[in-house]
């Protein structure tokens, strides 16, 4: 069992910059990728970033790509999201998850999630 719980959400400018955080419990934290996924209003959740276990490897959307930075410490248990050149678009609630199964931008591959944190960039 892991529980999740994300922290770091706020309101910014267009440009600006955020880091979310997501602490998890649970010794087998380390065992797991993590993945950040993000939902707006009346939209369908979707894949933002995930690393894997051990961090060596990460994977982006191509609409974060070059602007977002996951990576995770495993002695703090904490996975981050850095957030940079933030656009309006970039509004949504922000949910971390952990994945057995690997990295993966399928929401239904995950196990466990957050209960999100929202990030609002006004236009």
């Known amino acids: 069992q892991v529980q999740l719980v994300e922290s770091g959400g706020g309101l910014v400018q267009a440009g600006g910059s955020l880091r979310l955080s997501c602490a998890a419990s649970?010794?087998?934290?380390?065992?797991?990728?993590m993945g950040w996924f993000r939902q707006a209003p009346g939209k369908e959740r979707e894949f933002v970033a995930a690393i894997s276990w051990s961090g060596g490897r990460t994977y982006y959307a191509d609409s974060v790509k070059g602007r977002f930075t996951i990576s995770r410490d495993n002695a703090k248990n904490t996975v981050y999201l850095q957030m940079n050149s933030l656009k309006p678009e970039d509004t949504a609630v922000y949910y971390c998850?952990?994945?057995?199964?690997?990295?993966?931008?399928?929401?239904?591959?995950?196990?466990?999630w957050g209960q999100g944190t929202q990030v609002t960039v006004p236009s």
């Open positions: 998850a952990a994945s057995s199964y690997g990295i993966a931008t399928t929401p239904g591959l995950y196990d466990y």
């Open positions: 649970g010794r087998t934290f380390s065992s797991y990728a």
